[in-house]
């Protein structure tokens, strides 16, 4: 309760005067006058109660005026709390850990600065001020090398050797760098320690509360601007996947930014020169509430084999890198088809036919070349029959041997084949079963009942957007087909046909498979292409379907599309036949050898391991320029969402952490902290109160007189 200290010490030798009214009461003291009265029995008690209350009286008010006088010499010595915080405290050997974030976010701009300019200014003022004295070591969002930790070194060596701060991938949040720097203060052994964060604190850098660290001073150097003026594009996809030079696709642009504020956006599709080759109009981003939007923009791509799909805003705000995105695709290259023709099924031959090649070859652009034969083509890539017989032992070696090196077959089995399934030879019902979902199911033949074809696997890439509404999947009727038994293994069930009036003893069957067989893929139709089955040849998703299936899959793509700092790894088919060692080319045009190395699943492949620069890295053979995979490397899209989080969620709150906004503000409050803090007011309010109780009983002194006493004074003074 009472202060540790005065600011006016040498006011304290007046105590002794506290004893002054003491010392004139006892000098001024009257004596009871004598009177002389004939009889004085009936007042000497009177006299005697009298002195009693008058005794009382004047004790009472020697130590209400010793008290105030003592408490107006405390006063004047200024009473203070000395806190004795240690922030300043010199003579002691400090250390200290500056954790600056420097991730892409920080290049926001805040009054035309950058926020990672502001802290590199802030860093250097540290070292120039409170830190100069200390034994300093900085940690970034990027890990160093890990033969080279982050160390304690002087302030002085550190500003000597001090280049300006740059943006970093990070794959790992800052809260993971603040902990390392406990880590090492905690080894130090010195008599101070301060723990300094530079950040604009987003959510995602502190996914967590960081723990208490009581045996250093924390600083929390907040740089978030309160309303950011902001919006990122953080994502360009194309939709379908896997594109086709001159059928439509969509561009699907994702935007993050301010809540409620409308971005103008665009989408260009660029050569890999760098010619542009279409762009689409201007629509409107109207983000939502939680600040997000997603964009629709539809394209014909063009027939070349690298493309840059590109999204732009068309206007600028205080983040600039991310106002632009752009997607690296490779077209696919031109397949060879060979169509194995079918007398018995002319019209479903036909309608295969046509939806594999609608132009019958007059399309230079077109991505396949159909070629109708009796056998499959030695330079084909893709084999299409319509069964309505099972094939002989010679024609299932030569398709199984097809799709093992690689090759891809498409049939359709007519309903009612399965019949005979029983009847072939066990070599080759045990050859059709490398090729087939299972075994067909004799016993459970289709009838004529309606059925509507659904999605099997919501997540596969080759129904990416047919199962919209506007494609009418649930139009396509079925009346017959090939009932399988339950798929097993390397089989994926694609669509399955639904009773379209369910009954009794009705349910879904598979109706279309894919089968992983060796290197290649074999995709089975349970029914024919023909109206007597289906309306399946005649429907719009028909031709879409076919040509997708015919087509390189999105993942044998030679593009790539990563984050800054991640690994570029080349590996599959594109490095078969490959020795030796491969070059890498980065978007500044500087070459990198890479040898090849296995990866954790035993795969062989070529990897660079961190891409550092944004832009087109090339990988290609030493020997000549013509690439082998483009990868497209892309600034991190989740920089761009700036949630923030609270100092207090960072660390929780305590006498040794500090959040401010700026090196002023930090020393500002380190001054207070260490000013005295003044604890007069309770004494002056007791004082105060003392003179109070003094001058009332000083003006009510008559109060304490006998009533007679009282009287025959009152009547005297009449």
């Given at each position: 309760m009472f202060p540790q200290s005065f600011l006016f010490g040498s006011a304290l030798l007046a105590l002794p005067l506290v004893g002054l009214p003491v010392l004139l009461h006892l000098l001024f003291r009257r004596k009871s006058p004598v009177m002389l009265f004939s009889t004085i029995r009936f007042i000497k008690a009177s006299i005697q109660r009298t002195a009693a209350r008058k005794r009382v009286q004047r004790w009472t008010l020697l130590a209400c005026r010793a008290l105030a006088l003592l408490l107006l010499i405390l006063v004047a010595a200024q009473p203070a709390k000395m806190l004795a915080s240690g922030w300043n405290q010199a003579g002691r050997s400090l250390n200290a850990a500056i954790v600056i974030d420097t991730s892409y976010s920080m290049l926001l701009k805040d009054q035309q600065i950058t926020l990672l300019a502001h802290a590199?200014?802030?860093?250097?003022?540290?070292?120039?001020?409170?830190?100069?004295?200390?034994?300093?070591?900085?940690?970034?969002?990027?890990?160093?090398?890990?033969?080279?930790?982050?160390?304690?070194?002087?302030?002085?060596?550190?500003?000597?050797?001090?280049?300006?701060l740059h943006p970093q991938p990070s794959a790992r949040p800052l809260a993971d760098h603040v902990g390392a720097a406990i880590e090492l203060l905690k080894q130090q052994p010195s008599d101070d320690k301060w723990l300094i964060v530079i950040s604009d604190f987003q959510k995602k850098e502190f996914p967590r509360q960081l723990a208490a660290f009581p045996e250093a001073h924390v600083v929390l150097l907040d740089l978030h601007p309160e309303s950011p003026d902001s919006a990122g594009i953080t994502g360009v996809a194309l939709d379908p996947p896997q594109p086709t030079a001159g059928i439509g696709a969509d561009v699907v642009v994702d935007v993050t930014g301010t809540p409620k504020r409308p971005r103008p956006l665009s989408v260009s599709v660029d050569a890999f020169d760098g010619s542009k080759l279409l762009e689409t109009p201007t629509q409107m981003a109207g983000l939502d509430a939680s600040g997000h939007a997603r964009l629709r923009f539809p394209v014909r791509l063009p027939s070349r084999q690298w493309l840059l799909v590109r999204a732009a805003f068309a206007d600028d705000d205080d983040m600039t890198w991310d106002n632009t995105r752009q997607r690296l695709i490779e077209m696919p290259p031109r397949q060879i088809v060979s169509v194995i023709s079918n007398a018995a099924e002319p019209t479903a031959t036909r309608f295969v036919t046509l939806a594999l090649d609608p132009m019958s070859g007059?399309?230079?652009?077109?991505?396949?070349?159909?070629?109708?034969?009796?056998?499959?083509?030695?330079?084909?890539?893709?084999?299409?029959?319509?069964?309505?017989?099972?094939?002989?032992?010679?024609?299932?070696?030569?398709?199984?041997?097809?799709?093992?090196?690689?090759?891809?077959?498409?049939?359709?089995?007519?309903?009612?084949?399965?019949?005979?399934?029983?009847?072939?030879?066990?070599?080759?019902?045990?050859?059709?079963e490398e090729l087939l979902p299972s075994d067909p199911l004799a016993a459970e033949t289709s009838d004529e009942t309606p059925n509507t074809l659904g999605v099997a696997s919501v997540q596969e890439p080759l129904l990416s957007g047919f199962t919209d509404k506007s494609f009418g999947l649930d139009t396509i009727s079925v009346l017959r087909f090939v009932p399988f038994a339950i798929a097993q293994g390397p089989v994926t069930q694609l669509l399955t046909a639904f009773p379209a009036d369910p009954r009794p003893g009705t349910h879904p069957h598979g109706f279309l498979y894919r089968r992983e067989s060796g290197q290649g893929t074999v995709y089975t139709f349970a029914t024919l292409p023909d109206s007597q089955y289906t309306n399946l040849p005649t429907h719009p998703l028909f031709l879409p379907l076919l040509v997708r299936m015919a087509l390189r899959p999105p993942a044998e793509s030679d593009a790539g599309n990563i984050e800054i700092g991640q690994p570029i790894v080349l590996a599959g088919k594109a490095i078969d036949g490959i020795r030796g060692e491969l070059q890498i080319t980065d978007p500044q045009g500087a070459e990198s050898a890479v040898s090849a190395s296995t990866l954790p699943d035993g795969r062989s492949a070529f990897v660079f391991p961190s891409a550092d620069l944004p832009g087109l890295y090339r990988w290609h053979k030493p020997s000549s320029d013509a690439p082998i995979e483009l990868v497209n490397v892309q600034l991190p899209a989740s920089e761009s969402d700036l949630v923030y989080a609270h100092p207090d969620d960072v660390m929780e709150p305590g006498d040794n952490v500090v959040a401010v906004h700026s090196v002023q503000d930090l020393q500002t409050h380190v001054g207070a902290l260490n000013e005295p803090e003044p604890h007069w007011s309770p004494i002056v309010a007791v004082l105060l109160m003392l003179l109070c109780v003094e001058a009332f009983m000083a003006s009510t002194s008559k109060l304490w007189k006998t009533p007679a006493l009282r009287t025959e004074h009152e009547a005297g003074r009449s």
């Open positions: 590199d200014g802030m860093a250097q003022d540290l070292l120039r001020g409170q830190l100069k004295n200390a034994k300093v070591a900085l940690f970034t969002s990027h890990p160093p090398p890990v033969d080279s930790p982050e160390r304690l070194v002087s302030a002085a060596d550190l500003l000597s050797q001090w280049s300006p007059k399309a230079q652009a077109w991505p396949l070349i159909c070629r109708e034969g009796a056998e499959v083509a030695p330079d084909a890539n893709v084999a299409v029959m319509l069964l309505d017989t099972w094939p002989d032992a010679a024609r299932l070696a030569t398709l199984r041997n097809f799709v093992r090196n690689g090759g891809k077959l498409i049939w359709f089995l007519r309903p009612g084949i399965e019949q005979s399934w029983l009847a072939l030879s066990p070599d080759v019902r045990a050859q059709l």
